[in-house]
């Protein structure tokens, strides 16, 4: 629970995921940073404001909001460090990120006002060639404030990996 060994807990867990899946001993991983009030500085970004604080940043040109885009920075350096591990370990057929399927994913799509529309998700891997990459979507008529749910979306998640019926199963 120490701050200065978040970033080493953090790859060290990646790093052990990684492991379990090229190895078989499982085909699924989760893995959340924290919660979604953590009050957990991260201190190798020079931010001391704590993540949660940040994220309720006000004004787009405040500090706050300066300091909220080095965490989510920082959050997508970890992400890279995990897409370049899977795809860096080879699998049965190309790498393990070939054959694997990552989702990053947000509860909010801007936690400033606490909404849950248009929030982002990212997927990276081909999930054994189910999914085409380099794909940009935007599941929604922005003009009628109309998005598709995100429960239609990881039900396609959940088909691309082969559950049936989608995520239900």
Not at 112 to 137: C, I, W
Not at 141 to 166: E, M, P, R, W
Request: proline share 2%.
């Amino acid at each position: 629970h120490k701050e200065e060994n978040y970033k080493l807990m953090g790859q060290m867990q990646m790093d052990l995921a990684t492991l379990a899946l090229s190895c078989g001993t499982t085909n699924v991983v989760s893995l959340m940073w924290s919660h979604p009030v953590s009050p957990t500085h991260l201190l190798d970004t020079g931010v001391t404001t704590a993540n949660h604080d940040a994220s309720h940043y006000g004004e787009a040109t405040s500090q706050n909001a300066k300091d909220f885009i080095k965490l989510k920075r920082w959050f997508m350096e970890q992400f890279a460090y995990l897409i370049d591990k899977l795809a860096n370990t080879p699998d049965t057929s190309g790498s393990l990120l070939d054959n694997t399927l990552v989702l990053l994913c947000s509860e909010l799509g801007d936690s400033n006002l606490h909404d849950h529309s248009r929030v982002p998700f990212v997927l990276a891997g081909k999930a054994g060639g189910a999914l085409k990459t380099g794909v940009y979507v935007d599941a929604g008529n922005k003009a009628q404030n109309k998005y598709v749910t995100h429960n239609k979306f990881l039900n396609t998640i959940g088909a691309a990996v082969g559950c049936k019926n989608g995520a239900g199963g």
